[in-house]
């Protein structure tokens, strides 16, 4: 396909007829040679040599310089535009076009010192209004922006207009919208213009994740339309990012390590980073130097000391920064309250340390070799005398601060009725209550506690061959990995529960399909039943320890229930979200605490949250403060989804399949020097060829003028030369 040129005002071009001017003077003003009446030969030879020079062209550049300057001025007056090879043909008549203008978070990458990709698409686009000012008659131009600030500028024949819209639009805030949304509202806006020709123009940097809820339905029912995407250079481009980060998803306890697990991700190079870890302006950790590969991923765990009571906001930065700044760091929330509180629930006549299960489980739960302040949770060892003492006075043990978040009961323990009433109370208030065989009795059993699995009395049975057990598919641990230690520990003997009651779901199974780990809920609570016990004579729970520790914390973690303080969002995706420490109703001023220049934000609490979510519009750590209250009682952050982190760029095809259109062009700017054949303005960059004539005519009027002097001083001698010639050549009187 051939470059093709049109023109604005067409009948201006009889305007560069005027080029033949210069060439009808020269033959209208030329010199005639003068007659001789002397008959001396000598003198005739002279006059006819005269009359041939004065026939002859003296300057033939300087013509044909003189030409090329009228034919040029014509031309610039008709206002030519270009149209390249790879665009495609719309035809002739008005044309309805919108500009989608991207301005992801992805843009913000720096080209260099001075500018990004996003200062690089502004110019595109404004090249391109410019450009639009040669369509024919009755064509319209609107602009739409990715993000929802931006807004929407219908169509209009004012192509001023969008050009200011385009030159105003301040995007010092980055935004996580993508295209989906504004090539929607662009087709939108295509269905109701009257022109039979649409086009909708992308200013984008390629990159996919911008594309990825971009779908053929977006431009249903719009006739006529062809998609053009205006894109940077194709160049390498390299990032290195933290794609996620991550704390304690319940509440942790005070001055125990707080355990952070980070993934970092990079484009275009190899490398080492550091990561660092800060409270305020405070740095808590410096993890490194870290090798990370090209186009790879790398998990990061690593502890922070122990944090005061309270909502604390971590920021996770890592360095050294790169052309990309918004994905180099990561808030984390975390709510730290007091260390949580476990029963272990023992029978016999010994101490706990007598009994080889509760001695396990009590070392897994809180090892002895920590000290007290570094323990995850603060067990206590209960026997069934101290549970009536409880059942007689509940209001301290029933006190939140006091109630504990895990109650452990060993087989043989006779519990009383009012006993299993007071247990029970704190299940149903929240805490979860797990059953565990204590090895000791022929026939271990939990009265009282039983009966809500089974109404038959368990036995207990020996495995002839050792088996293994397996975590069902709707079992919410059968897709964590920490806890696949405990399907590889090998189980020889085991309870056995028959004729199961309905409210009873299985967790886990043995090889053999037999139930090896229950649970029943029962108020806020649960009651979980694990049918082998950690003693070594019936398996290897209590030799291969890791999966079952971190299975009892699971169970902690659960029964305590997500922070009441802090919570985690994602830019650009609002959501309710209740914060128990709020009241349910009012109003609460929202801050964003790492911008001083923010203005705050007042939302109306219906059942403690926003009716439309918290704000989440831009990055960063937002304090939630109830009217009334003079300091922060919420916190929580907001971060970018790792999507965003993306270089990846989309090709021509996958647009094509993504918008269900073939009427795709792909508009890509060369790389530095802009080099495309014989077309002045693809060489400045826009479709509109009168600056390059403009710059044309200028040296073309410079040429003309410097020709046009050396050839009157060459003249000069010359007229005067011949002049001596011919009064030698007159008679004398």
Known sequence: ??????????????????????????????????????????????ALASGRRASRLRNLWLLMLRAALLACAASLLAGPTCVAPDEVDLGTG????????????????????????????????????????????????GLVY????????????????????????DRSQLTAETLGPAVRAAAGLLRSASQPRRQIVVVTDLAAHAWRDVGPEAL???DNVTVRVLAPADQRRSNIALLSAAGPKHVHPQAVPVPIHATLGAVGFDGECWIVARSGEQVLHRIGPLNIQAGAERDVTFLLAGLPRGAH???????????????????????????????????????????????????????????????????RRVRPDELADEADAPSEAAAPEHAPALIVVLSGVDLKTEQSAAVLAHVKGGATLLLVPGAEPERPDWPGLRILFSDQMPDSAVVEAATTMRWELDSPYADVEELGEITRCAVRRRVRLT?????????????????AILSVPSGEGRVVLLTTSPNPAWSDLGVRAAGLMTWLHYLVEEAQGPPTATAEFVVGQPRPHHFAILPSDGTARVTRLDDPDSRPEWVRLTAGSPKEGWPVGQAGVYSVRPVGRHEATAMYV???TAEESGLTPVSRGELQALLGIERLTLDVEPEGERTVPWSSARWLGSGDARGPLALLLIVLCMAELLLGNRSRV???PAQKKRSRTGRMASPGP
């Open 499 to 515: 004729s199961l009651k309905g409210t009873a779901s299985v967790l886990a199974r043995y090889q053999d399909g037999t139930p």
């Open 1 to 46: 396909m051939s470059w093709s040129f049109s023109f604005a005002q067409p009948l201006l071009l009889l305007g560069a007829l005027s080029a033949v001017l210069p060439i009808l003077i020269h033959f209208i003003l030329r010199a005639r040679p003068k007659p001789v009446r002397f008959p001396p030969v000598k003198l005739l030879h002279a």
């Open 146 to 169: 990715a993000s929802q600030d931006g807004g929407v500028c219908g169509l209009t024949e004012e192509r001023a207009v969008v050009a200011a819209r385009l030159r105003a639009q």
């Open 638 to 640: 907001v971060n970018w």
């Open 313 to 379: 906001a971590l920021e996770l930065t890592v360095e050294p920064a790169d052309r990309l700044d918004f994905d180099q760091r990561r808030r984390v929330a975390v709510d730290v309250g007091q260390q949580t509180r476990a029963w272990l629930v023992y029978g016999g006549t010994g101490g706990a340390e007598e009994n080889l299960a509760a001695l396990i489980v009590s070392n897994l739960l809180a090892p002895e070799t920590l000290p007290p302040e570094r323990q995850l949770l603060q067990l």
């Open 220 to 222: 249903a029912g719009v």
């Open 94 to 141: 008005p044309l309805a076009c919108v500009v989608v203008f991207d301005d992801s978070a992805s843009m913000s990458y720096r080209v260099d010192a001075e500018s990004t990709l996003l200062d690089d698409a502004r110019r595109r686009a404004l090249n391109f209004v410019q450009s639009s000012q040669s369509w024919p008659a009755g064509s319209a131009l």
């Open 714 to 716: 060459a003249s000069g």
